[in-house]
């Protein structure tokens, strides 16, 4: 784990950079003393109700159509783990160690609310877990994202008590082993507790959250590669005048198109043009604020449900210790989540279709520049296959956009009779976002070589940035050889976020 000051935890205030930090950058995460009184005066709650023998829905009762089933008290304990065990029925491969890593950061800050009635030490231990680096194996299929995450959270709960299986330091060990080996013991759960580890929405939450930290540093991309292509192609930055966009002032198209006026500011390729007889351009480039932005204002949607999910209470039954009540709810559906995720899936084909309609028009050996962008044409094909992969992707994409959360199937013999489909959701979004840094990757990969072309006109003062980075580890493209290297090469340039933190360090945020 990195050495960075931890983030603390309260159940408040959590933010999708945060989960980031935790789940993909290894920062600590620590509880803040606040929230221990909260935490505390709920699980008393709890303790009193099973001392009184109280029914209470899935500490002395069943679960799901068993509701009606009365558990003594002497077995409560042993139904926490039963639950656990039986609730593990996820099947396919393992979810990202990143996306895991963030759900149990998740599940830690629903339960630090101090609404769920566990013990601290239970938070504690998932905590721990997260600082030493054990990373539950959690198959990434069987949740129906109601009543919450209830398998694959049951996967990350095994581990907890001392079962399934764990990565650690690189290497795929026994959920026992793995605690052995960092230094910790299984947790016993007691009443509630297994319940509270399972019902609740943090498997799409995690996966979508950092699915959209990516899709925002991808659309910065965008409108990097799209500056680039427009400069490339010889277009004008008419459309993209304050004035224009100020008549039709949705945020994301406002901000668009103050991003490529600052990237193309002081453009010699722009220049060389100004009075050519051209009168419009087409959409992929005209239009380039209107698309990019309105996929930026369905990611600022999508952003604000999240950050309010991850700072929610979704276990059932919640208790409240001011007036000591036990209260089943449905707060553990996942139809905002799953919802909110399609819409940034859907905007996200639509973001990839007009880019990579910008890298085929670059090829069709107009404006002076050669076919397929290689000066060899013929005896070489350049950058034709590159778009034919972008065309690949966007099409899977269009796929990937068909909305999970449209669909519902009853479970549990229809005791749970609308279900959310909303970790089906955050799974697509995961692999549309990432169809979607690749498209974006080839578009900077073509800008760049057409830009070649235009020496020794200089590009803006931002694009002329990216396409220095990139030369810095592609060459240019004088003779074929195997494009996917390029590919992967311009890919981790956009990917990793180093291709919007050079361009943002010279011109400022986008």
């Not at 965008?222 to 004008?236: F, H, N, R, V």
Request: some cysteine; overall charge neutral; aromatic content about 4%.
């Amino acid at each position: 784990m990195q050495t960075a000051q931890a983030v603390k935890i309260n159940g408040t205030k959590l933010t999708l950079s945060l989960v980031k930090r935790v789940a993909s950058d290894g920062v600590a995460v620590a509880l803040d003393d606040s929230a221990r009184p909260q935490v505390r005066a709920a699980r008393d709650v709890v303790e009193r109700a099973v001392a009184s023998n109280g029914r209470i829905y899935g500490v002395t009762t069943g679960f799901g159509r068993l509701k009606n089933v009365k558990i003594e008290p002497a077995e409560a304990i042993a139904l926490q783990r039963n639950l656990i065990l039986s609730h593990a029925s996820g099947v396919g491969e393992p979810l990202p160690n990143d996306a895991t890593r963030a759900s149990m950061l998740l599940r830690a800050q629903s339960l630090v609310r101090g609404y769920s009635g566990v013990r601290i030490e239970l938070i504690e231990m998932l905590l721990e877990m997260l600082n030493r680096g054990v990373t539950p194996v959690i198959p990434s299929q069987g949740s129906v994202g109601c009543s919450g995450d209830l398998a694959p959270l049951a996967h990350m709960a095994l581990v907890i008590i001392g079962e399934g299986e764990a990565w650690f330091k690189g290497e795929r060990l026994a959920g026992a082993a793995a605690l052995d080996r960092a230094g910790l013991k299984p947790y016993t759960l007691s009443f509630k507790e297994g319940i509270s580890l399972i019902n609740g929405t943090q498997i799409m939450t995690g996966i979508g959250a950092l699915a959209l930290v990516r899709a925002n540093n991808a659309l910065k991309a965008a409108d990097i590669c799209g500056a680039m292509s427009l400069e490339a192609y010889l277009g004008t930055d008419a459309p993209f005048a304050e004035r224009i966009n100020a008549l039709r002032p949705h945020p994301g198209q406002v901000h668009c198109g103050s991003n490529i006026r600052k990237l193309l500011h002081g453009s010699e390729v722009l220049a060389s043009h100004k009075d050519c007889d051209r009168v419009q351009d087409p959409y992929s480039f005209r239009c380039m604020p209107v698309v990019h932005g309105a996929a930026r204002d369905t990611l600022r949607f999508a952003e604000s449900t999240l950050e309010i999910e991850i700072n929610s209470v979704t276990d059932n039954p919640i208790i409240f210790p001011d007036d000591g009540a036990l209260i089943s709810n449905g707060n553990f559906h996942g139809g905002p989540v799953g919802l909110a995720l399609d819409y940034v899936a859907i905007a996200l084909t639509d973001a990839a279709s007009i880019s990579e309609r910008r890298t085929y028009k670059l090829l069709e050996g107009a404006e002076g520049l050669p076919p397929f962008l290689t000066e060899r044409f013929g005896l070489c094909s350049g950058y034709m296959l590159a778009q034919y992969t972008a065309a690949a992707l966007v099409s899977e994409n269009k796929t990937l956009s068909t909305p999970a959360s449209m669909d519902s199937i009853p479970t549990s013999a229809g005791q749970e009779d609308h279900n959310s489909m909303g970790t089906i959701s955050a799974r697509k979004l995961a692999s549309a976002v990432a169809n979607y840094e690749t498209v974006v990757a080839i578009e900077l990969l073509e800008a760049a070589q057409a830009l070649d072309f235009r020496a020794p006109l200089k590009p803006g003062r931002g694009t002329s940035i990216a396409h220095r980075l990139l030369r810095e580890r592609v060459t240019h493209l004088d003779h074929d050889r195997n494009i996917s290297e390029d590919i992967n090469t311009s890919l981790e340039l956009v990917r990793s976020g180093k291709l919007v933190a050079a361009v943002e360090d010279q011109i400022g945020v986008l």
